[in-house]
């Protein structure tokens, strides 16, 4: 009787390279486990060779009648399959010199090796044209060479290389345990067969067979459910499930050891309960069954339930009818991971209980090797998450040092200025303590030449009085020291705005008036404000309604102000930048400062705006942002606007807002509370 009956199958995709990522491969692995016939594996790997790699030949040779022969072959669009149904010798239709090297030493071979190199110049087969790639590989399980495949593509040099090859090598793993599992299940259907064929009457003989193959579709889904499972109840579930359907059991679950608490977690639940809460959802190592299991790393096996000490609740067990339990603990090296047990309402074979713990072998790598995949997950999660933290703390230190620094600027240029004004002051108070003394001495003096004049009457005093015109100059004196005087308090006003921009703050706010802070700005900024002979001075227009005092850090609302008329200004400059003289006369550059009550009454807004080119809506959402500039390298820092809405929004629990159309210009909108914030305010 033959290996296995030919077939004849057409190939429906393309021998085109499909998409090789590790979903497509885990479904291909997925569709190769779930095959138990030895016809249909080899359809489905060649089918999965040709369209996982773009092979325009496959072939599957395996040892018959004391040669290799071929199993498999899959080419033009035609897939055969079965050692009878082929018309040619395999030397035609494979190149046998590579086959019986890949026997020898169980590696793979590549058409640019030098093994392959020789066996082009004396192989028949390479006599016609030879492919773009060619790859002979063994599929070996557990050392053991089981088949050997040969593949052929004329696209690519490159073929059966780099990723492909490891994906390639990932799903001829998988073959060699499916190859495995279906030579074993054709080997009992075989035997199946032959029992019934020859009548032996051997009933005993033909249920042993055919509980084997319940084992080893058993194992089969073992192996499958630990592969591709995605979580590992997952994983376990599928176990179980696969104790009920083919082992006969009639519950089946499976705890895992929570080492912190030493205690065992029920995990899953198959069959007649399903649940994984009650009595035996958390089982404590060394009580009840499952508990000694654990504790003394060793299986427990009985096929007579009522008579074991161990089984506590036995009216439970006759009411339900129970007749074995196994149990086995689940150990890595030694190290227990958890436990496997199943009720059963007939008695276990010795098969089904070395099937059972090969099975429980399998199941705690399983159950490491996804724990341990799901730590790496969580320690990657927190990875990430500090890392995000970190550039998050970063971020504000980046911006506590930028804003230090703009502060120590601000601060160095209030001192200056403070400086300048306090030195102001001084020679301007003892000027205009004196102007008045000296306006009345001078009106002394004039008294003093008049009575000169009518005492005493001299020709050369009449000419020197004439000389220096001294009608005029009893005229025209007083008014000069008058012009004096206005020019000492325009002075003295001018300190004063400099003393008010300049002053400091102390650790809490108080109450300031805002015009003051917007006026004393702009004389800080008024050499910006003049004109040149290229471009007319910037108007200012001021409208501003009646504020009333508010409370704030006066220091930093200057600063504010500062940062948003020269933005101002620097906006209208740049609108300015390749502007004749006459166009901007026609349409004056101007910066409109406004202020109102808001509407509640609880809080004030104050508008700067400035008829500049405004901004795209991309520049808005990110003119706040730390560093972010448009201004050309060394004229700006992109820490203005930032530090001006930090000062605004956290100091002060106000808003700064921008409102800007290309070609319209643009406004920044603060908007303040009246009284600041208490902290009872805040918190809520």
Request: contains cysteine; glycine residues 8%.
């Amino acid at each position: 009787m033959p290996l296995f009956t030919s077939a004849f199958l057409p190939l429906n995709g393309s021998s085109t390279l499909a998409h090789l990522d590790a979903t497509h491969l885990s479904d291909v692995c997925q569709a190769l486990a779930r095959e138990i016939e030895l016809e249909k594996l080899l359809a489905t790997l060649l089918h999965s060779l040709s369209e996982t790699f773009g092979a325009n030949k496959c072939a599957v040779l395996m040892w018959h009648e004391n040669r290799w022969d071929i199993a498999a072959i899959a080419e033009r669009q035609q897939m055969t399959i079965g050692f009878t149904s082929l018309s040619v010798e395999p030397s035609q239709a494979v190149p046998m010199s590579l086959v019986q090297g890949v026997a020898r030493s169980s590696q793979p071979i590549l058409l640019s090796s030098a093994i392959a190199q020789k066996a082009v110049a004396t192989d028949p087969y390479f006599r016609h044209p030879l492919p773009q790639s060619a790859l002979c590989t063994p599929i070996l399980n557990q050392g053991e060479l089981m088949a050997i495949v040969y593949l052929e593509q004329d696209q690519s040099s490159k073929a059966f290389t780099g990723n492909r090859a490891a994906g390639l090598n990932l799903l001829l793993t998988h073959s060699a345990i499916a190859l495995n599992n279906a030579l074993r299940y054709q080997t009992l259907q075989h035997s199946v067969a032959i029992a019934q064929a020859e009548n032996l009457g051997l009933k005993t003989a033909l249920a042993a067979t055919q509980e084997q193959m319940k084992q080893v579709v058993f194992r089969a889904e073992i192996d499958c459910a630990l592969t591709n499972g995605s979580t590992l109840q997952d994983i376990l579930k599928h176990c179980t499930d696969a104790m009920v359907q083919h082992l006969g059991a009639a519950f089946a679950r499976i705890w895992t050891l929570n080492a912190d608490e030493n205690v065992l977690e029920l995990q899953v639940s198959s069959g007649l309960y399903t649940h994984i809460d009650g009595d035996h959802g958390r089982v404590p190592v060394g009580m009840f069954k499952i508990g000694w299991i654990a504790q003394e790393r060793q299986p427990h096996l009985t096929n007579s339930v009522l008579d074991d000490p161990r089984v506590g609740n036995k009216e439970w067990a006759r009411q339900m009818g129970m007749v074995a339990f196994a149990g086995y603990p689940l150990l890595v090296e030694g190290r227990l991971v958890g436990v496997i047990a199943m009720f059963a309402y007939q008695k276990l074979t010795e098969s089904v209980l070395e099937v059972l713990k090969l099975a429980a072998t399998e199941v705690a790598l399983g159950i490491v090797r996804k724990q341990t995949e799901e730590a790496l997950y969580r320690s990657e999660a927190r990875l990430r998450q500090q890392t995000q933290e970190l550039q998050q703390a970063l971020q504000e230190v980046q911006r506590a040092q930028a804003q230090m620094v703009q502060s120590e600027k601000m601060s160095a240029l209030g001192s200056l200025v403070a400086g300048v004004a306090h030195e102001i002051n001084n020679p301007v108070g003892f000027l205009a303590g004196n102007i008045n003394p000296a306006l009345q001495h001078v009106e002394d003096l004039f008294g003093l030449v008049d009575l000169y004049q009518r005492k005493y009457s001299d020709a050369e005093i009449e000419t020197q009085i004439e000389t220096i015109e001294l009608g005029y100059l009893r005229q025209d004196l007083p008014k000069l020291i008058g012009s004096m005087r206005e020019g000492v308090e325009r002075i003295r006003g001018i300190s004063a705005s400099l003393r008010t921009f300049s002053r400091a703050d102390c650790d809490r706010s108080t109450l300031y008036n805002l015009h003051d802070g917007i006026d004393g700005t702009l004389l800080i900024l008024k050499h910006r404000l003049k004109g040149t002979s290229a471009c007319p001075a910037i108007e200012v227009i001021k409208s501003f309604g009646r504020l009333p005092l508010v409370e704030c850090f006066a220091g930093q609302m200057n600063q504010v102000f500062m940062n948003l008329l020269a933005n101002a200004i620097d906006a209208l400059e740049e609108a300015n930048v390749g502007r004749s003289l006459d166009p901007i006369v026609s349409h004056p550059n101007q910066i409109t400062i406004r202020s109102a009550i808001a509407d509640d009454g609880q809080q004030i807004v104050i508008g700067i705006r400035d008829n500049g080119l405004g901004m795209s809506d991309a520049v808005k959402g990110k003119v706040f942002e730390h560093l972010f500039t448009t201004k050309a390298v060394g004229k700006g820092t992109g820490l203005g606007l930032a530090i001006a809405r930090s000062i605004v929004v956290e100091k002060h629990a106000g808003t700064l807002d921008v409102c800007s159309e290309l070609g319209q210009g643009t406004e920044f909108v603060i908007t303040l509370p009246i009284r600041a914030a208490t902290g009872e305010d805040k918190a809520d």
